[in-house]
């Protein structure tokens, strides 16, 4: 991961702009990375949106795309399980209506334990790596571990064993368990990228990271940018 796509960085300059960059952008330079995505397309019309949705198959997520909305959920800007074409139509007309509106981010809908994996850099410690227990939770229990990149496989295990939601990932109540293994190979690559693209970025989050027994998706991410100055 070390030589680096030429297109992520394409694509990191065209954000600058805005200072951050945009979901859909986000998500292709995860996937560039060998990280696994949900199906996914920025609708520009609602015919889009509707041939898209049917195309992957309902439910489907719908999403706000708008360089000067960070905070999706924060304006509802996200809606879950749509079901139907007529679903659709009211989520494209409630996101065409906001500010400065790009598109819709239409996403196939993935199962999983939400979990949080994010990145910063510290002006004196350099690129910190999390992981915790994720989605909308994560503000009110802090179930998270820090720790210095790069991490190496056992500095991934570590980390995921000391959660203190860990029995959520170990098949609780007879549920399937996470593939432990695997969610530690991604700590390990996300923390080489972080790391390779330390000049650049300010943060990055990925929340929620869908995990299940035979995948873990990158379900919403966000990476902020370095402001020129800085770099």
């Not at 439910?59 to 079901?83: E, Q, R, Y």
Request: with cysteine; net charge neutral; glycine share 8%.
């Amino acid at each position: 991961m070390t030589n680096l796509n030429p297109k992520i960085f394409q694509i990191i300059e065209a954000s600058r702009k805005y200072g951050w960059v945009l979901e859909s952008d986000a998500k292709q330079i995860f996937s560039l990375l060998g990280f696994a995505v949900p199906r996914f397309t920025v609708a520009k019309t609602l015919d889009d949106a509707l041939q898209f949705a049917n195309k992957i198959g309902y439910p489907v997520v719908a999403k706000i795309v708008s360089p000067l909305i960070l905070h999706k959920s924060d304006v509802g800007g996200v809606i879950v399980g749509i079901a139907d074409d007529k679903g659709m139509a009211a989520a494209f007309q409630r996101f065409s209506s906001m500010n400065s509106f790009v598109g819709v981010l239409v996403d196939e809908m993935i199962s999983g334990i939400e979990l949080i994996v994010g990145a910063k850099i510290d002006f004196q410690f350099g690129p910190m790596v999390l992981v915790g227990i994720g989605g909308t939770s994560v503000e009110i229990y802090h179930d998270i571990i820090l720790k210095m990149a790069p991490l190496s496989r056992q500095d991934g295990l570590t980390m995921i064993r000391s959660l203190k939601g860990y029995k959520l990932l170990d098949g609780y109540r007879g549920a399937e368990p996470v593939d432990i293994e695997k969610l530690a190979d991604i700590l390990v690559n996300f923390s080489t990228m972080v790391m390779a693209l330390k000049d650049e970025i300010e943060s990055v989050d990925i929340n929620p990271l869908l995990c299940s027994a035979g995948q873990c998706v990158i379900a919403d991410a966000r990476i902020i940018l370095k402001k020129i100055k800085e770099r």
